[in-house]
């Protein structure tokens, strides 16, 4: 049985452009987030929601969509440290 959740992210909100490929990218970004949310499937869409609450109480946060551990892990490292952290 499938989870309901949305099936697709809003691409004006969301870019997700080549990201895909290199199995990691930033979805929602603050400078110097105090937190940052990883979701690797449909928990994504948790993570977004989470980052709404979040903000609303004054905590900075990065959400990052990893739909590929391996993918992300064979970049090179500058891409490995930019995306999640």
Not at 19 to 47: F, M, N, Q
Not at 52 to 71: D, Y
């Amino acid at each position: 049985m499938r989870q309901n959740v949305p099936r697709f992210l809003d691409p004006e909100r969301y870019p997700i452009r080549e990201g895909v490929k290199k199995g990691a990218y930033i979805l929602k970004d603050r400078e110097h987030p105090d937190i940052v949310l990883i979701g690797t499937g449909s928990e994504v869409h948790v993570c977004l929601e989470a980052s709404e609450i979040l903000e609303k109480e004054g905590i900075k946060t990065r959400v990052v969509s990893m739909p590929s551990w391996e993918l992300f892990f064979q970049q090179d490292e500058d891409y490995r440290k930019s995306a999640p952290s």
